[in-house]
């Protein structure tokens, strides 16, 4: 059957004065007009520079995980590449502090969870050549993490290059679940963004999932094929559109396609 929605909307304020800055996100929901939802603080952080390609973070804030973003207004595309019935394989928010040094060559950081010390990110970023980017991320969790939701651990590896008006990405990514909820899962993304004139562009994506359920001969395998041409009207206001097609096989399995439209505007 067609349905359709409001899949998100957000607000966002940023600020900014000498060496402090800081982040805070509402998000409104999606159909939030009829299903009644509230605005949820998403991410509220604070940052301070400390010089030297050193600074220090806290609050509620975003995972280092993932070549994409969490959330669609970060994303060259408005979905995750790895959605699936279980969840993403990406982090969302958590409330935490990090540490983060980086320089022309290199970058890295470490994250820890205030609500439970024991869960912690560690990221290490390549960038000593250029228009090139390699990434590796880890997660460990502890044991009744609020943040992993039953998972052991994850990691993401990935690498982007810009081949002048072309931005090429490949990644992978993986969990390490316990239980029927939080399972073991794997997945991985192709994809090219190209330039077709200062404000036109258009997004290729290919990317698989896999999910393998604890207790269960039977995995979820979804493959995804996505196309979303984009445009910047002006300095303040662009958008995008996304088809994409889901082939999954499994325990859920069933093909369907995807239409979604986003609009971002930059006050």
Not at 50 to 69: C, I, Q, T
Not at 81 to 104: E, I, K, N, P, R
Not at 238 to 249: A, H, K, P
């Amino acid at each position: 059957n067609d349905t359709s929605g409001v899949g998100q909307v957000e607000i966002m304020f940023d600020y900014a004065s000498g060496p402090v800055s800081a982040s805070v996100d509402f998000d409104l929901g999606g159909d939030f007009a009829t299903n009644g939802n509230t605005p949820t603080l998403e991410e509220a952080v604070v940052t301070y520079d400390l010089g030297g390609g050193l600074s220090v973070s806290g609050g509620k804030m975003l995972s280092y995980l993932g070549f994409e973003a969490y959330d669609p207004i970060n994303m060259y595309q408005y979905s995750n590449a790895h959605a699936d019935s279980y969840g993403v394989l990406y982090d969302g928010y958590a409330t935490g502090a990090s540490v983060d040094y980086g320089t022309d060559m290199f970058s890295i950081g470490i994250w820890t969870s205030i609500t439970n010390s024991s869960d912690m990110e560690y990221a290490l970023a390549f960038t000593g050549v250029e228009n090139l980017t390699v990434k590796a991320i880890i997660a460990e969790y502890g044991k009744g993490s609020i943040t992993s939701t039953g998972n052991e651990g994850k990691s993401t590896y990935w690498a982007s290059y810009q081949f002048e008006k072309l931005l090429l990405a490949v990644e992978l990514a993986e969990v390490d679940g316990a239980t029927a909820t939080a399972p073991d899962a794997e997945g991985f993304l192709v994809m090219g963004n190209y330039a077709l004139t200062d404000k036109a562009a258009v997004t290729l994506r290919f990317s698989n999932t896999e999910v393998a359920v604890p207790g269960s001969p039977a995995t979820v395998d979804e493959d995804k094929i996505t196309i979303s041409p984009s445009y910047v009207f002006n300095d303040n206001f662009s958008g995008l559109l996304e088809y994409s097609t889901f082939d999954q096989s499994g325990t859920n399995a069933e093909t369907e396609a995807y239409l979604a439209a986003e609009v971002i505007y930059t006050f």
